[in-house]
C-alpha cells in the first residue's frame, strides 16, 4: 500500500505560480515511479508529467511544456510539481499518482498509476 498526500493548491492569477507536493508513505517511496494528472470540471482526468524512481527522467505534458517541473526528493519522500506562468486553462484538481511497475499500460495513462491521492484544488484566475 502507498498513502499519498498532495498539498500546496490555491487561488492564484494568471501568471503567478505555485508548487504541489505529494508525499508518501507505505511502500518504499523510491521504488515508485510518480506521476501527476489533473481533472478540470466536466473533463476527462490528463496527464500532466511523471518523474523517474531516481528522478532522473521527466515527461511532460505539450500544454505544460516549459512551465511546469517535476521533482522529486526520496530522502522525504515526496514529489513536487513547480507550475510556472499559470493559465486560467490550468485550472483543476491536480492528483499525483504512484506507478510500481505492475502495469504495462502507456506511462501517460491512468491505467499505469496504482495509487492515488484524494487531489488538491488550483484555481487560476484571469
Known amino acids: 500500500q502507498v498513502q499519498l498526500v498532495e498539498n500546496g493548491g490555491g487561488l492564484v492569477q494568471a501568471g503567478g505560480s505555485l508548487r504541489l507536493s505529494c508525499t508518501a508513505s507505505?511502500?518504499?517511496?523510491?521504488?515508485?515511479?510518480m506521476g501527476w494528472f489533473r481533472q478540470a470540471p466536466g473533463k476527462e482526468r490528463e496527464f500532466v508529467g511523471r518523474i523517474s524512481r531516481s528522478g532522473g527522467i521527466t515527461y511532460y505534458a505539450d500544454s505544460v511544456k516549459g512551465r511546469f517541473t517535476i521533482s522529486r526528493d526520496n530522502a522525504k519522500n515526496t514529489v513536487y510539481l513547480q507550475m510556472n506562468s499559470l493559465k486560467p486553462e490550468d485550472t483543476a484538481v491536480y492528483y499525483c499518482?504512484?506507478?510500481?511497475?505492475?502495469?504495462?499500460?502507456?506511462?501517460?495513462?491512468?491505467?499505469?498509476?496504482?495509487?492515488w491521492g484524494q487531489g488538491t484544488q488550483v484555481t487560476v484566475s484571469s
Open positions: 507505505g511502500r518504499t517511496f523510491s521504488n515508485c515511479a
Open positions: 499518482a504512484a506507478d510500481l511497475g505492475s502495469s504495462g499500460s502507456g506511462l501517460y495513462g491512468k491505467d499505469r498509476y496504482d495509487y
